[in-house]
């Protein structure tokens, strides 16, 4: 079955291009390292709670949009290793000087990775 890793950012709203360039460069990473699918939402209903919410989670400020973004993978075993061979990839330390700054921080960023154990699909 398929694994999904999963993040929650807050972002600078002026960065928002920035942020979509950024995902469009380092997100082909995920999929030469066995990713099938890459998705990054751009917050546009996202109400405040009334005990938590995604603002708060990741401590976005009046200035800052919270970006919600999955990846899917085949399972576990090639998230394992595809994320192994990422973290090891000089194309996403963020030290590189070769590198060019995320346009958010993160350190407020919040991810899990996720084994579905429910999924429907529409019939064709």
Do not use: C
Not at 28 to 47: N, Q, S
Not at 50 to 61: E, S
Not at 78 to 107: L, Q, V
């Amino acid at each position: 079955m398929s694994y999904i890793d999963g993040f929650v950012i807050a972002i600078p709203t002026a960065n928002k291009q920035a942020f979509i360039d950024h995902a469009r460069k380092f997100d082909t990473v995920f999929l030469e390292y066995g990713a099938t699918r890459i998705v990054e939402g751009w917050g546009d209903d996202v109400p405040d709670g009334k005990l938590t919410d995604f603002r708060r989670a990741v401590q976005a400020g009046a200035d800052e949009t919270v970006a919600f973004s999955w990846v899917e993978w085949p399972d576990k075993a090639t998230r394992d290793a595809g994320m192994k061979k990422m973290m090891e990839d000089p194309r996403m330390d963020p030290s590189n000087p070769d590198n060019e700054p995320m346009p958010f921080d993160g350190k407020r960023m919040i991810f899990g990775g996720f084994a579905p154990v429910v999924e429907l699909t529409r019939p064709a």
